[in-house]
């Protein structure tokens, strides 16, 4: 996805920088193809930018925000992760700490293509500047109102249903395959519910992106959690694509069976690795 922003921005004729120190060389290779020019470092990088767009696995997002607020960068600073609002309001302490102008950001949909144009929802006092940036590109950007936090908690609220759907579909799945009932199973489904047993193959089709997708079910825990919302549904859901994260970047997506499996040796290495609890109480010697 950040290279694709990154395409869009440039097909504009914008310069666009990014920092290859300690990425990989699938990364550079999708930043070469963007048109993206290589600044080494966030600290070159950020000497010469206007504007900082930040599009990273969530868990790395506040990380990153301290990392550019310690350059003293004083332009717009973009967060477009798939991180909770409470998390969104923190990078933005910290830019504008540092004298720069925060703008939350979240996007929906899949990598821009010639088909498919994903939306990048934008708010804060400089949203509108930001959307003119990809005015005429396959990013298409909208500003909503509210305060900082409003657009992560939207793609929150929209990712919730399709990833944390996705997750549980294949821990059904798994649990079906385990008591021997996958096949009648995905024959109800048919019958009943015709889109589910499609619905259910996406976590095999999505399988590389899963280690980003645990900490963005956390993220949108916590999101539930600060609402007084039961938060643990999401937590599972985090758990799930954890066990699937030895995907990472493989070329061909893996079949439904290997998803399956990896969900299962996950669960019982978990369990094996479990000390029997005793219950203090049954260390007392009552008297007789």
Known sequence: MGAALGAALASRGF????????????????AKAAGLEDATTIERAVKV??????????????ALARDVATHA????????????????R????VIQAAGGTFVDGGIIGLPPTAQK?????????QAATIAALFSGTNMHAEVIDGDVGTASALKMCYAAFTKGTT????????????????????????????????QSEFAAAAASKAWRWSGEMQEIAATFGAAGLPEGFHLAAADI?????????????????AVIQALQRSAAAESASVTPHVDDREKVKMPR
């Open 15 to 30: 310069r666009v920088l990014w920092a290859s120190h300690g990425r990989s060389a699938q990364t550079a290779s999708r």
């Open 49 to 62: 930018a206007e504007v900082v767009v930040s599009v990273c696995p969530p868990d790395a997002s506040l």
């Open 73 to 88: 960068f004083g332009g717009m600073y973009v967060d477009a992760n798939a991180i909770s609002p409470a998390t969104a």
């Open 90 to 93: 923190e990078i933005g302490r």
């Open 117 to 125: 144009h994903p939306t990048l929802y934008l708010c804060g006092t």
């Open 167 to 198: 997750a549980l579909l294949a821990s059904v799945r798994a649990l079906a395959e385990h008591e021997g009932v996958e096949r009648p199973l995905l024959e109800v489904w048919r019958q009943t519910l015709p889109d589910v047993p499609r």
């Open 241 to 257: 694509y954890r066990r699937l994260e030895s995907f990472k970047d493989c070329v061909t997506p893996p079949s439904m069976a």
